[in-house]
């Protein structure tokens, strides 16, 4: 199996489960899919920038099968690539199953749902983000083609602006005291790194 089909079949299981499988049990359980979208602020831009990003990782493997010559196997990049993308998997949908009724993609400004601060998000704010990311440097890893470079990188940046411009403000205005006490104690995506 090439290094392409094998990053092709990661990012189709990532999608499949992070988003489809995550959105079935949100709304099975709870009544609602857990998608928030606003046209307002940097919520319009940051978010379709994120779809994008993961367009780019989808096509990078796409674009090494049609129009490269196929990489079999090995080398230690793609190893380590196959290694954080399948951890940063799990991270990902673990986060996710501790969020419970409150995961959601997008903000609702003011819509107030429980604040998680055990488990995972113990160590990190945003674990379910931190898996994001190194599921996207390791696709990078594995295929290093322009369009799996940007879009990793791309990720990086609009999680990051998401994060920073729309999630942490509005957390503040609906969780106030809590939730500067819990980001001041916790790193924003790696543990002690990124505290308020």
């Known amino acids: 199996m090439t290094r392409a089909t094998v990053a092709l079949v990661l990012i189709v299981v990532f999608t499949a489960v992070g988003f489809g499988w995550r959105t079935a049990v949100q709304l099975r359980r709870h009544g609602d899919t857990g998608w928030r ?3 307002t602020g940097p919520d319009r831009v940051v978010g379709p920038a994120l779809v994008l990003a ?3 990782l989808g096509a990078g ?3 090494a099968l049609v129009g490269e010559a196929p990489t079999a196997g090995g ?3 793609a190893v380590v690539g196959v290694v954080l993308a399948v951890g940063a998997g799990v991270l990902t ?3 996710q199953v501790q969020m419970g009724a409150s995961w959601r993609i997008g903000v609702e400004h003011g819509e107030r749902t429980d604040l998680v601060t055990g488990g995972l998000f113990g160590l990190v704010r945003n674990p379910i983000f931190t898996g994001m990311v190194v599921f996207g440097l390791g696709l990078a890893l594995l295929v290093p ?3 799996t470079l940007l879009g990793a990188a791309l990720a990086l940046a609009t999680i990051e602006a998401q994060v920073r411009w729309v999630e942490e403000p509005n957390l503040v205005a609906v969780h106030g005291e809590a939730y500067r006490r819990w980001a001041g104690a916790t ?3 790696l543990p002690s790194l990124g505290r308020l």
């Open 93 to 95: 949908v673990v986060a």
């Open 145 to 147: 083609n322009l369009p």
């Open 187 to 189: 790193g924003r995506f």
């Open 37 to 39: 979208f606003t046209r």
């Open 75 to 77: 080398g230690v990049a």
């Open 54 to 56: 993961f367009v780019l």
């Open 61 to 63: 493997p796409v674009v």
